[in-house]
């Protein structure tokens, strides 16, 4: 007999924990210095872009397009708008990266839901495009803000570097997006439609769901996350420049999928996402402190992405065959 | 002379839980064009899968040329001579004819494609059926009629002796057929023995020399075409009617609910124009192909629809397509519940509560409120049978599978509701809990539209019939004069009144 839908997912996310409980133990193993309030800050900080990141692409893979592969483009995008845009302003400046990403996550919504393109061909398609035109435009170069005290440009730096109380500002905008989110899967019409999408587009449109709208929206959602992310990263890099947000797309699919959000739609939950993110971030911390290079770190994160899929895949035959 | 191409005697083959053919005899003389006819599930498939070798345990003999054979595999199918036809053919579009006619056994000359022997060949096979077309035409550039004659040539290319051609002239106008059959009777005359399978009367009369009726896996009789008439065919198809199945319902009829003025999609259906009135159940009679299906789908918006109006309750559809119809009180039951009905990997309950959503939203946000009792409510309801509300849909059976799917849009409270093949498949005791359950409906003051080629269904529910053929409404039936035999008449263009 097939375990009911409600509590595979409990598992999914009690799963997901019970990984970030092990790894916390080794890491307690590995280093003495691992199990402090300070590490455990420097892990939030680490993840928080990747965790923003997530909290968006989680939308795409629930709603069953997989992945937005036009991240990356995305949030060096917005960042580079951003920075250019620092002398009308700080808030101009902030609101005219986000818009810049946004347009990016309004073109992918379309065209993959209105005119039924592949999604991940797409958003390649968008990544490879964008690389080009942002080199082009600003001739390869990195874009720097005048950081001078008291200008737009030194608020902009100090963006990263902000705390809220005891906590960093982008740890604290993380959390937000995913309390945001969850609530937005949960309790809306739009996540429930979302979810009637991903699990089957066909069965969704006889059902009464615009499911280009639907579509449309979670392409917009990923492109705020992500713009907001590479607004972020541009502060913390103090520069603005087409290559910042590489790799983000990648590593945030995997922590969305050992989140227990599944490949082929439908099924999952934010509260796992979240959790698949501090996974990546434990397991990343981890690695450092055993002094593993961050190539190699690279193979361990593929790793665990096959592991996680192939289980999923496993998991699906054995529910059934015939309707997975 | 006069010899057998194919005799199978005594043939059964079981199902789990049917016996789809039951001692079946069915024989072919060469040179004979051969109808099989019956309603749906009377098992003209299953015997021809047997003949197709598709079944190794069927039992029965097979005779082929007067030597008996054992048909276990499509191998040994193909070994003895008999090929097959599909309705929906079997060619790949991109390549080229010559390439589709010889698959499989393309000539080749150094481990290469020998082009020119692949064209001399092909273009013999064309010769076969009269088609002179080039052979690297590819095979989406030609029609469906020389598409369908391609597939014809490419079975005949294997050298068979017995061709069964399954619902060959769904596809083709009304000269495209005369042209095919000029060709069959070609065909007849050089000694292939021909089983042709249809549900058009018409073309049956035609092209047919002799006929075998098949009624719930048994043959109900054999005929030399000359001694029956369609009315005779169609009572052995339908035979006694089982009128005390349905209770009879006094409808009471209220308001026009759905108005459907003009509606036309180019190809598919013109100029149809119908009323349906609160409490009425319409039946919408039709052969496969008469566009039924694509008539149901534009009218509430899933496809588009060239000209026309349609309005619900005095409200006119306008352009939001099928959301607007779901909130004006339309609804569609789909055809094919895996295909695009069901979650199959979502539960019961988030099924049956799917077309709710943007009836329980506001401003956007869902409110579960009585999701909990109206689960309840429709699992007893409809008597469905599940581990509970939780468990996949996709882990139900079949007809536990369809009762979701209508409950899905019962608890929208529909207006006007329209079911395409609402029991498809399904048991018999699913049935009797689907008719109950769209008759309830009815008496609330529901209008319902029902498409069924299960004509013992359709007859027993409908208050009244519109008769669709060729994508044209020609006839309405009223109750009286609405049975099995008249609507499958009907549906083919004969009857007794004719007003067009």
């Known amino acids: 007999m097939p375990r009911s839908a409600a509590a595979l997912h409990t598992l999914d996310i009690i799963g997901v924990y019970a990984v970030a409980g092990l790894l916390i133990i080794l890491g307690m193993l590995v280093s003495p210095d691992f199990l402090t309030a300070d590490n455990f800050l420097s892990i939030l900080s680490a993840v928080a872009l990747l965790g923003i990141v997530a909290s968006g692409m989680a939308f795409i893979t629930y709603s069953g397009s997989m992945a937005d592969l036009s991240v990356p483009a995305i949030m060096a995008f917005s960042g580079i708008i951003a920075v250019a845009a620092l002398p009308l302003g700080l808030p101009v400046a902030l609101a005219l990266g986000l818009l810049a990403g946004l347009a990016i996550g309004v073109m992918n919504g379309v065209v993959v839901g209105v005119l039924n393109a592949n999604p991940i061909l797409w958003t390649l398609a968008v990544a490879f495009f964008m690389e080009g035109f942002m080199r082009f435009t600003w001739s390869n170069n990195q874009l720097y803000p005048d950081t001078e005290p008291g200008t737009p440009g030194a608020a902009f730096i100090e963006l990263f570097r902000t705390r809220v109380g005891a906590l960093p500002l982008i740890v604290v905008v993380m959390f937000a997006l995913f309390v945001l989110g969850h609530a937005t899967m949960a309790w809306t019409r739009f996540g429930r439609e979302s979810r009637l999408v991903g699990s089957h587009r066909a069965a969704a449109r006889t059902s009464g769901v615009r499911v280009s709208r639907v579509v449309f929206l979670n392409f917009l959602l990923a492109a705020f996350a992500a713009s907001i992310a590479g607004i972020f990263l541009a502060s913390m890099n103090k520069l603005g420049v087409f290559y910042l947000g590489q790799g983000y797309d990648f590593r945030a699919v995997t922590a969305v999928v050992i989140g227990g959000v599944m490949l082929s739609g439908g099924r999952g939950h934010m509260a796992g996402v979240l959790g698949g993110v501090l996974v990546i971030g434990l397991l990343t911390n981890i690695m450092t402190f055993l002094g593993i290079t961050a190539f190699r770190q690279n193979i361990v994160t593929g790793m665990v992405f096959i592991a996680v899929v192939g289980l999923q895949q496993y998991r699906l035959r054995a529910r059934g065959r015939d309707y997975a | 002379m006069v010899t057998t191409a194919l005799s199978m005697e005594g043939i059964t083959k079981r199902f789990p839980g049917t016996l789809a053919v039951d001692g079946v005899d069915f024989s072919v003389e060469v040179g004979e064009i051969h109808a099989l006819v019956g309603e749906n599930g009377a098992g003209k498939s299953t015997l021809m899968n047997v003949l197709a070798g598709l079944f190794a345990d069927y039992s029965g003999r097979i005779l082929i040329g007067g030597r008996e054979v054992t048909l276990h595999s499509p191998t040994e199918a193909k070994a003895h001579g008999i090929e097959m036809t599909h309705q929906e053919l079997s060619l790949a579009a991109p390549l080229s004819i010559a390439e589709n006619l010889l698959a499989g056994r393309l000539p080749t000359r150094y481990g290469l494609v020998h082009r020119r022997a692949l064209h001399r060949e092909a273009k013999a096979l064309l ?3 009269g088609l002179d077309v080039d052979p690297g035409t590819a095979v989406s550039e030609i029609s469906q009629h020389e598409a369908q004659l391609v597939e014809i040539a490419k079975a005949l290319g294997n050298k068979p002796c017995i061709l069964v051609m399954d619902e060959p002239t769904s596809a083709l106008s009304r000269e495209e057929v005369q042209r095919l059959f000029a060709i069959l009777r070609d065909l007849k005359r050089g000694g292939l023995a021909i089983v042709y399978i249809s549900h058009h009367l018409s073309e049956i009369f035609q092209i047919a020399d002799r006929v075998t009726v098949l009624r719930d896996g048994k043959r109900v009789g054999a005929h030399d075409i000359g001694e029956v008439t369609p009315q005779a065919i169609v009572r052995m198809m339908v035979g006694q009617a089982v009128d005390e199945f349905y209770a009879r319902r006094m409808a009471k009829l209220g308001d026009v609910a759905l108005d459907v003025a003009h509606a036309t999609r180019y190809g598919f259906f013109h100029d149809v124009s119908f009323q349906v009135r609160r409490g009425e159940i319409v039946g919408l009679v039709g052969l496969s192909g008469a566009g039924r299906t694509e008539l149901a789908r534009s009218v509430c918006g899933l496809d588009p629809m060239h000209h026309g109006r349609v309005s619900v309750m005095g409200n006119v559809l306008a352009t939001g397509g099928y959301p607007e119809a779901v909130a004006k009180g339309l609804v569609y039951l789909s055809e094919d519940r895996k295909v695009d009905g069901l979650f199959l990997r979502l539960s019961v309950r988030f099924n049956l509560l799917a077309a709710l959503t943007p009836f329980h939203s506001v401003a956007g946000i869902y409110r579960a409120g009585n999701d909990g009792s109206i689960t309840e409510r429709y699992l007893k309801d409809l008597d469905i049978v599940a581990a509970s509300a939780d468990a996949d849909v996709g882990t139900l059976s079949g007809g536990n599978q369809q009762k979701v799917l209508l409950a899905k849009w019962l608890a929208t409270c ?27 409906l009815a008496d609330e003051g529901t209008a319902v539209l029902l498409i069924s080629s299960d004509l013992p269904e359709l007859v027993g529910l409908s208050e009244r ?36």
């Open chain 2, 465 to 500: 019939a519109l008769v669709m053929r060729n994508g044209r409404l020609i006839r309405e039936m009223a109750k009286e004069e609405l049975s099995e035999e008249t609507a499958l008449l009907a549906a083919n263009g004969e009857g007794m009144v004719s007003n067009a």
């Open chain 2, 414 to 440: 529909p207006r006007v509701l329209i079911l395409d093949e609402p029991t498809r498949g399904v048991d018999i005791g699913a049935k009797r809990t689907i008719h109950e359950a769209v008759m309830a």
């Open chain 2, 127 to 129: 010769a076969l059926v």
